[in-house]
């Protein structure tokens, strides 16, 4: 397994959205806005206050977001956590309708906002961290390595060293799939960790647009899934 934390790719997605600050905005609608901001792209629901609040959002664009999103948590699955290296179109749709299950179970309240003396505004968020990942056994990832290489015939690593890369790619295909069968199976036992308060900051631009801050997202969307065990109770 690879320890890389996750690519901030959703987080400049994320930083589209804007609001007008020379509509007047209140501390209302900054909590609306975070609010839909976390529905729109962790559980595919677009409220319509946040739709009407946002600068030029479209139900479609929202959805654009949340498919982003479930994208970007798909590859970090895949290449990161679980080490696949040649994800076909097959195993990159299984690992994206089993984040779009997980995120499903996403539990999140927005506070009110407070606006600072600098005309930004910060909301607190309590997050309930996603475990489901530290379920995974160590011994699954090599037995379920050995059992791929089996079935395609590679039973040694002289063999593994010779065999071409559309080989290594089938073999890996197998091998993705098992990993991903037994995160489905245990969907059952997701749990949460222990609950992390996390302020996310709209700033005031010289454009007199509110923007995400962007480390603020990255490290909310660390938290989400909780893939190491860092938060479990």
């Known amino acids: 397994m690879r320890n890389g ?17 020379a509509c007047g905005v209140s501390r209302k609608d900054a909590s609306v806005f975070v609010k839909g901001e976390l529905d729109a792209v962790y559980q595919g629901v677009y409220n319509e206050d946040y739709l009407e609040l946002v600068e030029g959002m479209t139900r479609e664009d929202a959805e654009e977001k949340y498919k982003a999103n479930v994208s970007a948590e798909a590859e970090y699955l895949l290449y990161y956590f679980l080490d696949v290296e040649y ?6 749709a299984k690992a994206e309708s089993l984040v779009k299950e997980i995120y499903s179970h ?6 009110e906002a407070d606006k600072l003396k600098s005309g930004d505004f910060v909301v607190e ?34 063999q593994l060293n010779s065999i071409s890369e559309e080989e290594y790619a ?26 992390q308060d996390i302020m996310i900051q709209l700033e005031l631009g010289s454009d007199n647009y509110y923007s995400l801050v962007e480390e603020d997202w990255q490290y909310l ?13």
């Open 125 to 158: 968020v309590t997050l309930s961290p996603i475990e489901i990942m530290p379920l995974l056994s160590e011994e699954s990832f090599a037995e379920n390595w050995q059992a791929a290489c089996a079935e395609k015939g590679v039973t040694t690593q002289e």
């Open 5 to 21: 934390r996750r690519l901030a790719l959703v987080v400049l997605a994320l930083c589209v959205a804007v609001l007008a600050a």
């Open 87 to 92: 994800p076909d179109e097959a195993v990159t």
């Open 170 to 195: 089938a073999i890996d295909a197998v091998y993705a799939m098992a990993m991903l069968a037994e995160v489905e199976a245990l969907l059952p036992q997701l749990s949460y960790g222990e609950d």
């Open 106 to 111: 996403a539990q999140y309240t927005v506070g």
């Open 221 to 233: 969307d660390g938290v989400m899934i909780d893939y190491f065990g860092d938060y479990t109770e």
